[in-house]
């Protein structure tokens, strides 16, 4: 109960108090609770504030509580009725104490006018509610792929009626209301519609034959697999839940017995997630496209996977990119840059290093493509320039790939001014920019995001050979070519 009285406190005060919810949870020493949970947690209920209201005026259930002589705030009423009816895991926390029982003793006549209410709105699931702050809250376009693994995009409009009827826009900003579809010029087999459009509701959705993710979050796998001439029958998703990433790996894989994406994950609740999206996406073909495997990345030995040739690495984050996600118990909330905690940031920044580092010595990998949720640089470019920085990836011929390797004809890229640490020269800066990606909140139709592709040239260059392919592209090399001299290297600074 810790967690409710503690968040009972913002609520009370968010009519009165100045600033944001946001730097009042997270500026806050006294908390003893999570700022990430309490921040979801407050913002969440003032979202779906009216309905629960509503629900405490049909089913009497303060008068109720009273009659057992136990008192309980409005606030604090709100906050358990919306983990128990409103939030995905849909219970209470766990702990003992007088007012949950009480609450808890009136869960059937709660439970009873939710459904009523859902009833009257005429709605299936939360998320269909219409809210006050939907215009805050939702992303402005609601995005999701084809999944190729289970079918093809001609069948797919054959068979799902209401994809085929929607009319084709150019751009997403003509996505102005349902109705429309565009499909993006970035990612293959992904698709914007208006958020509006009740997607979970198709039959597609519930069949896995589409897979709602965000626009930004399929970088890493078609980063990865975008270039013919690098073909990845091993890949490695390092941190995999809840399986987005994963499933849209895999269904880039080659056809054929030895294809495969080895998925990791440590938390024990979010393999059960992940084995669910992955069994949905995939199948009767999930044992041989998909293996699970409960355990910490870190703790791989790189030796054990010969054959995986190109990594996905997306690590925990500040989840600084993420919007309208409050109620995701796994989403880290975003903080303005007045309110970033930078131990916080150092201490994901550090984390983020050693699973990247790790994630470089396989002996089989020539590319790996490290992503995160995050706006800020001290996860992002810092991150991949202290990689850069580091003797022993260098030595192993780690660099950035080019920008035509990467995306290449999406705008927004890294921030060139970061890598000042590695070059003086503007054109170095530039190159190295260009190996990484970012999106901007909204403005870019979705999640906030980073990607960065790290590439062996050696290795891609044998590959190429191998395989009979001329490998045209180029690499960033940290700015540097085989000509330079020491001399000419002036620029480089340790």
């Known amino acids: 109960m810790k967690l409710y009285f503690e968040a009972e406190r913002f609520l009370k005060q968010n009519d009165k108090a100045s600033g944001s919810l946001q730097s009042r949870v997270f500026n806050d020493k006294r908390l003893t609770s999570s700022p ?35 008192r309980i705030s409005d606030e604090l009423l709100r906050l358990l009725i919306h983990d128990l009816l409103f939030s995905p895991r849909g219970r209470i926390e766990s702990g003992k104490h007088p007012i949950k029982d009480a609450f808890l003793a009136n869960k059937t006549r709660l439970q ?24 805050e809250d939702e992303t402005p376009v609601r995005w999701f792929r084809i999944n190729t693994i289970k079918i093809d995009k001609d069948r797919f409009f054959k068979k799902h009626p209401f994809f085929a009827k929607l009319q084709p826009v150019n751009t997403i900003a003509e996505l102005t209301s349902p109705g429309f579809i565009y499909s993006d010029d970035y990612i293959p087999h992904l698709y914007g519609i208006h958020p509006k459009e009740k997607l979970s509701a198709q039959e597609a959705y519930k069949l896995g034959e589409v897979i709602i993710q965000d626009r930004a979050s399929c970088f890493p796998a078609h980063i990865l697999n975008q270039d013919p001439n690098d073909v990845h029958k091993q890949v490695m998703d390092a941190c ?66 010969p054959d995986v040739t190109g990594l996905i690495v997306d690590p925990s984050c500040s989840g600084s990119g993420i919007f309208g996600r409050a109620m995701d118990e796994n ?40 992503s995160t949720c995050s706006i800020h640089a001290e996860e992002n470019e810092r991150v991949v320039i202290d990689l850069l920085l580091d003797e022993q990836i260098r030595n192993q011929g780690w ?55 790290f590439v062996k ?21 940290n700015g540097k070519d085989n000509n330079e001299t020491s001399e000419d290297w002036q620029g480089f600074d340790n």
């Open 36 to 70: 990430k949970h309490v921040f979801a947690l407050v913002y969440s209920t003032i979202k779906f504030k009216d309905y629960i209201d509503q629900i405490i005026k049909k089913s009497k259930v303060k008068q109720e509580i009273a009659r057992g002589k136990v």
């Open 112 to 135: 009873a006018e939710f459904i009523k209410l859902k009833l009257k709105y005429k709605v299936k699931a939360v998320s269909e509610l219409p809210t006050k702050d939907s215009s």
């Open 240 to 305: 995999s839940a809840p399986g987005n990433k994963t499933t849209h790996a895999a269904a880039y894989l080659p056809q054929g017995e030895d294809s495969v994406v080895f998925a990791t994950e440590r938390d024990a609740k979010r393999v059960a997630i992940l084995r669910t999206m992955c069994e949905k996406a995939t199948g009767k073909n999930r044992k041989r496209l998909v293996q699970i495997t409960h355990k910490d990345f870190t703790t791989i030995n790189p030796e054990d996977f």
């Open 331 to 370: 989403s880290e909330e975003s903080k303005s840059d007045s309110t970033i905690d930078q131990e916080r940031l150092r201490k994901l920044a550090s984390f983020q290093f050693v699973i990247m580092k790790h994630a470089l010595s396989f002996p089989g990998a020539r590319k790996v493509v490290y």
């Open 399 to 453: 660099t950035l790939a080019s920008r035509d390797k990467v995306i290449p004809e999406w705008p927004r890229r890294g921030i060139e001014s970061e890598f000042v640490k590695m070059s003086r020269d503007e054109q170095v800066c530039r190159d190295l920019a260009g190996g990484c990606v970012r999106a901007n909140p909204k403005e870019d139709g979705g999640i906030g995001f980073f990607a960065a592709c």
């Open 457 to 477: 040239r050696e290795a891609i260059d044998e590959y190429a050979k191998n395989n009979g392919a001329a490998d045209n592209g180029k690499v960033c090399d």
